[in-house]
Structures are given as C-alpha cells and as structure tokens.
C-alpha cells in the first residue's frame, strides 16, 4: 500500500473513495476509479456510476466512436438500455441484469449510444461500467466482444439478499463469463437488516455501494463509496436499509500499468503508439457512424498503476 494514502480508522477497511463526477456524452457519471486514494482493485483500473437518470424524449446518451487498447471493458446495468457498436461489427442492445465483455486487446473502436427507437420518449438510465486491465502476456490478444442475457448469469438469493454473479466464482457460484485473470464481480441487492459476507480468498476486495447505505465493523456508510478492505479479513455487510452493491476484486496485476484517456498498457511507447494511430485514422472505424472523438489535446495527467 502507498504510505501516502492515509489509512481509514475503521479497521476493516484500507480506505474509502468518494468518486469525482464528470459528464460523458450527455450523461453525469460518478469515476470511483482511478482516484488519489486508490488507483486499482485486483485488476480493474476503472469504475464508473452511470446515473441513475432520465433521459428526456428527444435526446439520449451519446458516446462518439473512441478507441481503446489492452483492456476489457464491461458495462452492466441497472436500468434502461444502450445501443453498443464497435468496429468489429457488433451490434448488441444491453439492458438491464445482462452484461457485454468487450476485450480490447490491440486495439478496437466503439460508441454508446441510446437506440433510436428509444429516443421519442423519456427513458432512465443506471448502471456500472468497469475497465479490465488484461495481463500482460494477453496485452495484445486480437480484440473480441462477448454478450451475456441476464439469463445466463448465476444467481443466489435467500435471507434478505440476492446477488448476481458478472464475473468469476463466488458464493458457489462460477460465471460463464470468460475472464483472463483470476478476479470476482457481482450485483447485491440487500433487504434492510440483511447481512452478507465478503469471501476473503481473493487479496484484492472492494464494495461500491451504488444505493442505500450499509454498515461494516460498526460504521456505516453512504451510497457513492467504494470501499477497499485489507487482505484476509472476514467483512459482513449489513444494510441499514434497501442496498444494492457491487462486489469486485481479484488478484493484483502482474506489474504496473499505465493510463492515458482511453489506453492501458504496461508499455508508455505503446500507449504513444495508441494515440498516434488514433490521430493518423489506423484504428478500424465502427461500421455505419460518421463520427468520433478526437484525441484531446488537453487530458488529465497519465496515470499509473499500483
């Protein structure tokens, strides 16, 4: 752990991020990772709190065509729907409950969009999207995109609580979802008074509660809060009243890792390499857009991880 990350006094947790908000694409988000407090959990690098919202009749979510390179990743939603497109030639509505993996690998384009026939009227939108940093052996596998309906994730629920598996094994429970490093990821939804253990096997563990408020070792805290927990300790959650939280982790990275807007790479070259081949229009274009968003001229300080 960085000495210069001050240390929460609850002695179950390591430290507690309270997220920054910004706007993509029409749409006000919560960026819980990366942060000054704490950079990554296992191997996501990147959290998002898209919502919840309304988005009016008439407008939507508009995420212009962007590249990215050595990362999975992974939306989720709570509620409404996005249109996703990437140049691979996907063309794949998510909606609430399923999951869309999508591993950039060497490189791939994408945009988020609301679908057109959504557009005429008010529609909400809440939801989570993660970034997957890949090892780096697999840095530069060939880019993919995989769906799963709602349908396929496992589910336990009994006691006050339910709890979808996104990712991984957990619970007794294992994910179709193909992942290339050894990491947990789930959707709880909590009955006030229910209590729900925090499996310690994995070195890496965080909650991000998404709503309600839940208490751990005697403090409680509010939505909009990641908490990241110290190896080996036994963690019980308990909602203070109606929760939803996202369970996630897994084993550190196999190095440090760099982050430049939307690429992350073990390699600074190859994160230049990125945004020349992204300036000079080398990245395959998404099929029927006529749009993207250029590389900006001014982005936040790179980032690097641990």
Do not use: C
Request: glycine share 10%; proline share 11%; aromatic share 6%.
């Amino acid at each position: 752990m960085d000495e210069r990350i001050p240390v929460h006094p609850n002695p179950a947790i390591e430290t507690v991020v309270v997220p920054r908000s910004s706007d993509i694409g029409g749409l006000e988000v919560r960026r819980a990772l990366p942060s000054a407090q704490r950079r990554m959990v296992g191997p996501f690098v990147f959290l998002d709190q898209m919502g919840p919202a309304l988005l009016r009749a008439g407008s939507g979510l508009d995420v212009r065509p962007h590249p990215h390179i050595g990362l999975a990743t992974v939306t989720y939603l709570f509620d409404g729907e996005i249109l996703h497109r990437d140049s691979l030639g996907t063309v794949r509505t998510i909606r609430p409950g399923a999951v869309n993996w999508m591993t950039a690998g060497s490189g791939i384009v994408h945009s988020e969009r609301t679908p057109a026939q959504s557009r005429g009227v008010d529609n909400p939108l809440a939801g989570i999207q993660m970034w997957v940093a890949l090892p780096k052996p697999l840095e530069e596998t060939a880019p993919a995109f995989v769906h799963h309906p709602a349908g396929d994730l496992p589910v336990a629920e009994g006691e006050g609580k339910r709890v979808r598996l996104i990712a991984g094994d957990m619970y007794g429970l294992r994910s179709p979802v193909s992942t290339l490093s050894p990491m947990f990821y789930a959707d709880a939804a909590l009955d006030p008074g229910a209590r729900l253990d925090l499996p310690a096997e994995h070195e890496e563990r965080a909650v991000y509660i998404a709503a309600g408020r839940v208490k751990v070792a005697g403090d409680g805290f509010d939505a909009g809060r990641l908490l990241v927990f110290r190896p080996g300790d036994a963690i019980v959650l308990t909602a203070i009243e109606a929760s939803r939280v996202l369970l996630l982790g897994g084993e550190p990275l196999d190095g440090p890792r760099r982050m430049w807007w939307n690429f992350v790479s073990s390699s600074q070259d190859r994160i230049e390499q990125a945004k020349e081949d992204w300036r000079a229009g080398r990245f395959t274009p998404v099929p029927d857009e006529g749009e993207s968003i250029p590389l900006p001229e001014t982005p936040p300080p790179p980032v690097r991880y641990p």
